[in-house]
């Protein structure tokens, strides 16, 4: 039962705060029209989706449609598509829009060589969905250069906002909640290098404590304060 | 509340004051190592 609770529940319970938060942040969007909560919006989409096949795969088994999927979205898109809306929330509109027209050409190559790989299941690890089990060339070495994108600007952008917030002295539950999104979103990243160094469900639990943290720290830097209401 | 009981606005918790800095260090000493980690697997150095 613990095995199957750390292949299959966690990852569907990283999902299901994941889906949770996507839907305050559409919320959000839908009130707002910002072009960064859209983005975020999207890649919290895709972080649920990897959950989500993550889940399957340990609770059903495995299916190569089920592990593409996983890969293209969970692995190599989610933390560039949030860190694209950390970028159109910080960055000239211009250099916003050319940094997703690389990104988008990005992801269609990446979709591409995901879905065109040779997969050898049994060269994964225990229970849980791993990138060993492709056995092309030329496709796991895209995800780094996604990941170092998404992580700079995703982990980089929070902790900009929290540090001005704090030089200003203003909007303190910003600046939490600015802290809260910078560890959550390295979390994953954590998790996987050490799932490639050969550590079981290191992925997994830091994709959930990842997901939690940016979640707890979305709600606190979109909360309203006592001053705001007030007002 | 009037305007007079605001507290003043460039005014945080002592205990802010000193840990925002500290966590902000921690965490651009994560993303230093996070980056190293990404160029060793760039490399073929990391393994897995």
Partial sequence: MSTQLLDGVLPLMSSLVTFLFAFFVFQRWQQRHRLHLLFWGIGLLFYGTGGAMEAY???????????????LLGAVLVAAWLGQGTVFLLMRRRLAWILFAILAV?????????????LDPT????????????????????????????????????????????????????????????????????????QRAGMPYALYIGEFLGAVLMFIGFMQATRKTEAETED | MSPREHP???????????????????????????????????????PG
């Fill in chain 2, 8 to 46: 003043p606005k460039r005014q945080m918790p002592d205990f802010y004051e000193h840990f925002v800095p500290i966590a902000l260090v921690i965490i651009l000493v994560l993303m230093i190592i996070l980056g190293i980690v990404a160029v060793t697997v760039l490399l073929g150095l990391w």
């Fill in chain 1, 106 to 118: 990005g992801s269609l190559y990446a979709t591409y060589k995901v879905f065109s790989a040779t």
């Fill in chain 1, 123 to 194: 060269l994964m690890l225990g229970g849980e969905l791993s990138g060993g089990a492709i056995t092309s060339s030329g496709v796991r070495i895209l995800t780094p250069f996604f990941n170092i994108y998404g992580v700079l600007m995703l982990t980089g952008g929070a902790a900009y906002s929290a540090w001005i917030f704090w030089r200003k002295r203003v909007l303190l539950n910003r600046v939490i909640g600015n802290l809260f999104i910078a560890v959550g979103a390295m979390a994953p990243g954590f998790g996987g290098a050490f």
């Fill in chain 1, 57 to 71: 795969y340990g609770l059903v088994g495995w299916h190569p449609l089920v592990f593409r999927i996983w890969y």
